[in-house]
Nanobody, 124 residues
Framework: QVQLVESGGGLVQAGGSLRLSCAASGRTFSSYSMGWFRQAPGKGREFVAAINWNGDSTYYSDSVKGRFTISRDNAKNTVSLQMNSLKSEDTAVYYC?????????????????WGQGTQVTVSS
């Protein structure tokens, strides 16, 4: 069982930056692939970024590549998402998720545990 709690969301102007964090419970954090997903108003949830168990492999959606960076600290049981050059279309609820796999997982239904989400609003 893994419990995930996101933090760091808020309101930011277009072009600004935010850093999301996700704290995980449990002693097996390093055996999970971690990911970030988002859901904008009226839309389905979409993949944003994923990272493998030790952080040396990452994947990003085309819409955030070059602007967002995912990282993890297994000693602290945390995963982060640094978001730069934010756009209004990045406005969404952002979710942290954990998948029981050592490689980076990009498929949503492979993720077994989800946080409650944190709101990110980018004003233009």
């Amino acid at each position: 069982q893994v419990q995930l709690v996101e933090s760091g969301g808020g309101l930011v102007q277009a072009g600004g930056s935010l850093r999301l964090s996700c704290a995980a419970s449990g002693r097996t954090f390093s055996s999970y692939s971690m990911g970030w997903f988002r859901q904008a108003p009226g839309k389905g949830r979409e993949f944003v970024a994923a990272i493998n168990w030790n952080g040396d492999s990452t994947y990003y959606s085309d819409s955030v590549k070059g602007r967002f960076t995912i990282s993890r600290d297994n000693a602290k049981n945390t995963v982060s998402l640094q978001m730069n050059s934010l756009k209004s279309e990045d406005t969404a609820v952002y979710y942290c998720a954990a998948a029981p796999a050592l490689y980076a997982v990009v498929i949503e239904n492979r993720y077994a545990y989800w946080g409650q989400g944190t709101q990110v609003t980018v004003s233009s």
